[in-house]
């Protein structure tokens, strides 16, 4: 039988795949789609991914497969296509590709571990006192990585002292590949063997806890469950009854309850029921009836909607139907604010099968969110990096506000268009693809015009609400407090007075964008992207907004001497200033990428703004996408000549 060979992808930055011997032994187990322990390179060890198995031996010598991670695909066939489209189109590799696409706790590579060398002993006692630290560490722990080192030694490099103590034989060093994710779990309860078979046996319970009052209690909560012969957990048991882990234990020694080791999902939950919907309009069902009759089911539909004419109404039809078809549906958004407030709405209507993908969930999530899509019909809310998730039965996919910059990836590679990759995901799955908007791209209004897309428009509000009134002000010529005309600042004295809440857009955050010499016209430039930083009041930083870089204000200008340094412009923070100074009874928030850094953060200040906690919202971009908030009777579009 000829040698089994398998063309393996590294999520790296190179051109190829590469091919490795399939050993005898793992012959059987090798299948498309499984992570591959693979060695790459003098030393390093990578887990890539599996897409070829074949006989066609390499004209050059083949390293063997170490071992297989997975026992199921942890990609599908259809997803290899994609990604291939991606390394194709956008100029990239397919390594590159994959080290985009799949969660970190997915891409595995050797970490390098150091052990006793043969001469440990008796070189120990002629070594320099940072030396001997590592020497003695290893004999002691017998296993320890580079960061461990670093941390001993509290210095940054630290190779020169490994590599004079792997020629003198003291340390060796390995590469090991291990796995980063852990399913996680909890400790439950349930009632022993003997109690859950016989139920006339459970009014001996009491009778072995009747001394004592916790006891007694933590055995009501677990009695009182509908289904005895389920687990509840052990940290539930003890909040409810109120007692402590003693309890628990001197229960598990009578023989009254059962502890065991439960995975659980890391994914919160769906709404358990499903609520009402709203009616759907005369035109919302004119424009379901016309996608139901679409002939050819890839053509990509654009709904050209104003803003409140119902568009999110018709997509959660749309998804309710395709879920009833055993399905799967990806709802693409531009921003991770707007997943916080649409996730509320669509579990009231979607329930359980709702899940959620993007960059601030954790590694942990991001994993158990993949395995999930691979099994199960879900309607997955993302941004745009969900279209590299493992669908299986992909049946519709929407990309709501499709014209938003933010479906472009600029760095790193792969530097794609999640909007136009979404639409070709669509197409290798034979779904339904939805572009909504209010104010469609040029590129997409074209495209429909040209007939490659269908055209649906709602060009009213829902309910015939009257479009805003919008007021254009000359700040040269009208009278103002600092950055903010005197009619806009009436405005929102008037709005809080009749129970609305404001929102003001700056699309700039910071304090400051320059920090200037009066004298000279020097401004603080970055480092790195020789880019003027932005000064950042709360943490008193001049901060790069492209690479990081952050310094202390100088005091004075470094070129000419001068004290007098002024700040010119203004950004969220000042504006957040002015208004407090000026509206002191208002509750006034921020909401920009200083504020809301965290998934906790964001929801925290969009769930305030929304139970009108807070009256006046300042942001930037992240306030300006999509979100619809009841009780907003007034927007402040600041400097909107420099948008």
Not at 8 to 14: E, H, K, T
Not at 213 to 228: E, F, N, P
Not at 568 to 574: C, I, R, S, Y
Request: hydrophobic share 40%.
């Amino acid at each position: 039988m000829p040698a089994l060979y398998v063309d393996v992808v590294i999520p790296l930055a190179v051109k190829d795949t590469y091919t490795y011997l399939i050993p005898a032994s793992l012959e059987k187990q090798v299948q498309f789609g499984v992570r591959l322990e693979v060695p790459f390179g003098r030393k390093k060890i990578y887990a890539g991914l599996a897409i070829k198995i074949h006989t066609q031996k390499p004209s050059y010598t083949t390293r063997k497969v170490l071992s297989i991670i997975d026992e199921r695909p942890v990609i599908t066939s259809t997803q290899l296509q994609l990604w291939k489209w991606i390394a194709d189109y956008y100029l990239c590799d397919l390594g590159e590709v994959m080290f985009a696409a799949m969660p970190a706790k997915l891409k595995l590579q050797s970490e390098t571990v150091i052990r006793p060398g043969k001469k440990l002993d008796e070189q120990i006692f002629d070594l320099n006192d940072q030396e001997f630290m590592i020497a003695e560490a290893v004999s002691i722990q017998r296993e320890i990585s580079i960061d461990q080192i670093r941390s001993i030694l509290n210095i940054k490099t630290v190779y020169p002292i490994v590599k004079h103590l792997l020629d003198l034989e003291v340390i060796e060093v390995n590469e090991e590949l291990s796995e980063t994710f852990k399913p996680k779990t909890i400790t439950a309860i349930r009632l022993s063997q003997a109690f859950r078979e016989d139920q006339e046996n459970q009014d001996k319970i009491f009778e072995l806890v009747k001394r004592s009052d916790h006891q007694t209690r933590a055995m009501l909560v677990i009695l009182q469950q509908k289904d005895q012969t389920k687990i509840i957990s052990q940290n539930e048991v003890m909040r409810l009854a109120e007692v402590g882990h003693n309890v628990m234990t001197a229960l598990e020694k009578k023989g009254l309850i059962e502890r065991v080791e439960r995975v659980i999902s890391r994914i919160p939950g769906g709404a358990a029921g499903v609520g009402d919907l709203d009616p759907l309009s005369e035109r919302q069902e004119m424009i379901l009836a016309e996608i139901d009759q679409i002939k050819d089911s890839t053509r990509p539909i654009l709904l050209h909607g104003v803003t409140g004419s119902g568009k999110t109404r018709i997509y959660i039809e749309l998804m309710q139907k395709t879920l009833a078809e055993g399905k799967q549906v990806l709802y693409l958004l531009p921003e991770i604010a707007l997943t916080t407030q649409i996730v509320q709405r669509l579990k009231k209507s979607i329930g359980e099968h709702l899940l959620v993908y993007h960059s601030r969930i954790n590694d942990h999530q991001r994993v158990e969110a993949w395995k999930a899509i691979l099994e199960l019909p879900k309607i997955v809310l993302a941004a745009r990096s969900g279209i590299f998730l493992p669908f299986s039965n992909l049946g519709l996919v929407i990309v709501d506000e499709e014209h938003d910059p933010s479906y472009k990836q600029e760095e790193p590679n792969p530097r794609y268009q999640a909007r136009d990759t979404a639409i070709v995901l669509a197409k290798l799955h034979q779904a339904k693809v939805l572009l909504g908007s209010a104010t469609p791209s040029i590129e997409t209004f074209w495209n429909a015009r040209q007939g490659k897309y269908l055209y649906l428009e709602m060009p009213e509000r829902f309910g015939n609400i009257q479009m805003p009134e919008m007021q254009l002000i000359d700040m040269k010529k009208g009278s103002r407090s600092g950055h903010l005309s005197n009619d806009l600042i009436d405005q929102m004295r008037k709005m809080k007075d009749e129970g609305f809440q404001t929102i003001l857009f700056q699309n700039r955050r910071g304090f400051a964008p320059l920090l200037m010499c009066s004298a000279c016209g020097w401004t603080t430039a970055c480092k790195n992207c020789d880019t003027t930083l932005t000064y950042h009041q709360y943490s008193n930083q001049m901060q790069c907004h492209i690479c990081g870089y952050h310094e202390k204000p100088a005091i004075r200008c470094p070129a000419c001497g001068n004290p007098e340094l002024t700040l010119k412009g203004f950004g969220t923070e000042m504006i957040e200033e002015e208004v407090k100074i000026l509206l002191p009874d208002h509750k006034v928030a921020r909401l920009d990428l200083d504020t809301a850094r965290g998934k906790k953060q964001l929801e925290r200040i969009m769930y305030h703004f929304e139970t009108g906690q807070i009256d006046i919202l300042i942001g930037t971009q992240m306030i300006s996408k999509g979100l619809d908030f009841a009780r907003v009777g007034l927007v402040g579009v600041i400097s909107a000549d420099h948008l």
